[in-house]
């Protein structure tokens, strides 16, 4: 598919509200935010919608991050309304999924922001493959192998709530107000780019490749959904490859 620069506002346009849902959707597993822990299943279940809403997430601020020169395509809070100048995501934003909360210090804000890189070492999820086993087997010549199930384990306790409810909060954050984020990832490019000029070894790019991006064949999505995430994931590859030059 050959992306113009057209076809790819487009395409922000479109998926945005598809993570907006994505992130809405983690949000209503976690019954009770104000828990302190969580049910080991409530807390994989979140993750698994979690996962590809970050992932696509980051694909599009990628295309939004080298678009140049960098402008305004969502519409800025009113919070941020009549602010200039380069700074950093307002922690009081205006989320339609998580309330702004007042009095945030900036300081917390620094700290807990939405990560913009993905790891280059792949982990398998704890449940990827899930380890079966018997009891002891007694083998008779001639009656084949006797084994029973040894009997389950006693329930894993439940995960504190706080990093999850966390990482959501940050989602809700770049959700509210991508083009701040997106400002953010261009610098980072930026230093990427300067320092493999320096001669400098590092990553070619934020993201991993389609083929290995985080939470892509997630069980809960839906096939329209997957068909989203695999269009938004040609969008950024093509961003990469200069789309936004063509037009």
């Not at 922000?12 to 976690?30: D, S």
């Not at 990427?192 to 069980?219: Q, V, Y």
Request: charged letters at 20%.
């Amino acid at each position: 598919m050959q992306f113009t620069p057209a076809l790819l506002l487009d395409l922000l346009a479109w998926n945005w509200p598809r993570a907006k849902k994505l992130a809405w959707w983690a949000r209503q597993l976690v019954k009770d935010p104000a828990a302190e822990t969580v049910a080991r299943h409530v807390h994989n279940e979140v993750l698994r919608i979690l996962r590809p809403a970050e992932s696509m997430v980051r694909r599009m601020l990628l295309i939004l991050a080298l678009k140049e020169p960098l402008s305004p395509i969502f519409p800025a809070s009113p919070a941020k309304a009549g602010v200039s100048g380069d700074s950093t995501p307002s922690p009081t934003h205006k989320s339609p999924v998580l309330p702004a909360k007042a009095g945030t210090k900036a300081g917390a804000a620094s700290q807990a922001q939405f990560t913009l890189t993905e790891p280059l070492t792949i982990r398998l999820p704890s449940d990827a493959m899930p380890v079966v086993k018997f009891g002891p087997r007694i083998f008779v010549f001639g009656s084949g192998m006797d084994w029973r199930p040894l009997p389950s384990e006693a329930p894993l306790p439940p995960l504190p709530a706080a990093p999850l409810l966390a990482r959501l909060s940050r989602l809700d954050a770049v959700l509210a107000d991508p083009d701040a984020h997106a400002a953010r990832l261009a610098r980072l490019i930026a230093r990427l780019r300067g320092a493999r000029e320096a001669g400098r070894l590092t990553r070619l790019s934020p993201i991993r490749p389609r083929s290995l991006m985080p939470g892509r064949a997630s069980r809960p999505l839906g096939e329209l959904t997957r068909s989203a995430i695999t269009y938004v994931c040609w969008g950024a590859d093509a961003a990469l490859d200069g789309a936004w030059d063509s037009g």
